[in-house]
């Protein structure tokens, strides 16, 4: 008899390197997206490999090999013996335009880590680390102002929010589960503008700096149910809900003027407004969200989600910022030709498409900026396991050149590793 005590210690060394690499990688995010100035930056939604490339749907979604970090009931689903390590990066490359510029737009980090597994036989579990929102932008602009002449304004800023989290799900009846999730929310925003007057020696140039570090808990509670329509169908039906939540932030803001000088640096005169570790709370607000699937066995799948967030009531430092609510709606799905082991391999690849359409929290110039995107993917099994390498692709665009705005468009690649193992079995041999 052949123990797993060797998987279990491979795979949890594994675990601990990937939580190494995404302490030190979501740290080390790099966007260039001027829309992420507002708010609490680009909300970093549906970046799983799994999801990605069926639109991101997920309300109702679940499996006994993925892990769907979106909906804390779809654990229920898991085996009572088995483990999932999942994680994965995520790439994106595109171009910002306006009607008069353009510029290219880069970056590439580790989207997320997750690991699932059951506590009890009815009690299922997840902890994870995903992003939650992305702040990286460097504007330069110009104006010529009467009285004033030419000013030049500069905008710059860095950093982001992400989620440590643990969630678990009961199922209270055949195929009805309910979950919570709580999560330790922390980063940091590294904000700041300049305003710079190159023809006028009598007016002070100045310089706002705003640094804002987050850390505090929130929480999400979900629900899932699925119900057999025939031998082979299933209809399923999730939904989620957050209530509106304060965190715990702390700011320091500095106004200062300030020379330039020869060397190309700011010789600042004098302080004209200071906030220095100043404590407050961040407002973040009440989300809702729901969706269906249609299964049919392990063959195909189908599956809608609405979700909608009260963004109109955030509040920074009780500071609004003229948010509006946000609406996502996504539509997408799988299909494997054969689920057979003796199966050509490429009939065992699950093939998924989808389609997302989201109206972001922005209004800009009487202008709403919206963004979609259309995705498609593959799950490659690995063979001789249960396990699964997900790649997904997304082709896209966010806000328009109306009204001298900035259109991003962007392509996406995501590629995940789902690592399925069943634990605490003897293994035989002959």
């Given at each position: ?186 980063g940091k925003g590294d904000l700041s503008r300049t305003i710079f007057f190159p023809d006028s020696v ?107 967030q009260n963004w109109s009531n955030y509040k920074a430092f009780d500071r609004s910022d003229s948010l ?107």
């Amino acid at each position: 008899m052949l123990t797993n005590n060797k998987k279990v210690t491979k795979h949890f060394f594994l675990f601990i390197l990937l939580v190494l690499m995404a302490t030190g990688g979501t740290a080390q995010i790099s966007i260039n997206s001027p829309y992420s100035r507002f708010g609490v930056g680009d909300l970093a939604t549906r970046k799983d490999a799994y999801l990605f490339s069926m639109g991101g749907i997920s309300m109702a979604v679940s499996s006994n090999r993925q892990i769907n970090p979106y909906n804390p009931a779809a654990n229920y689903a898991f085996d009572s013996l088995s483990f999932i390590f999942s994680g994965g990066i995520i790439a994106s490359t595109g171009n910002l335009k306006t009607d008069e510029l353009t510029g290219r737009t880069n970056y590439a980090t580790l989207g997320y880590l997750l690991f699932g597994f059951p506590v009890t036989h009815w009690l299922k579990t997840t902890i994870g680390l995903t992003p939650f929102s992305n702040i990286g932008y460097n504007i330069t602009a110009n104006e010529i102002i009467d009285n004033v002449g030419s000013t030049d304004f500069k905008y710059t800023g860095s950093g982001g929010l992400n989620e440590f989290y643990a969630n678990a799900s009961v199922e209270l009846i055949d195929n009805l589960a309910i979950g919570a999730k709580l999560s330790y929310l922390f980063g940091k925003g590294d904000l700041s503008r300049t305003i710079f007057f190159p023809d006028s020696v009598g007016l002070l140039n100045t310089r706002v700096d705003d640094y804002i570090e987050v850390g505090d808990l929130i929480f999400e509670l979900g629900l899932q149910y699925h119900r057999k329509l025939t031998d082979k169908l299933t209809l399923g039906f999730g939904a989620v809900y957050a209530p509106q939540q304060k965190v715990n932030a702390t700011e320091n803001y500095l106004v200062r003027s300030f020379f330039p000088t020869n060397l190309g640096v700011e010789a600042f005169r004098d302080t004209v407004v200071t906030r220095l570790d100043n404590k407050g709370t961040i407002t973040l607000p009440d989300k809702y969200g729901f969706g269906f699937t249609l299964r049919s066995s392990d063959q195909w799948m189908v599956g809608a989600d609405y979700q909608w967030q009260n963004w109109s009531n955030y509040k920074a430092f009780d500071r609004s910022d003229s948010l509006q609510n946000t609406m996502q709606i996504s539509l997408g799905g799988e299909f494997s030709p054969s689920q057979s082991i003796m199966a050509n391999y490429w009939k065992r690849v699950k093939y998924r498409v989808g389609f997302r359409y989201n109206k972001t929290y922005l209004d800009l110039r009487d202008t709403r900026i919206n963004e979609f995107g259309i995705s498609f993917g593959l799950g490659l099994p690995i063979p001789r396991s249960y396990s699964t390498m997900n790649v997904g692709f997304e082709v896209g665009r966010r806000g328009t050149t109306a009204s001298g705005l900035i259109q991003n468009n962007f392509y996406r690649i995501t590629v995940g590793i789902a690592v399925w193992e069943r634990w605490f079995v003897k293994s035989k041999y002959d």
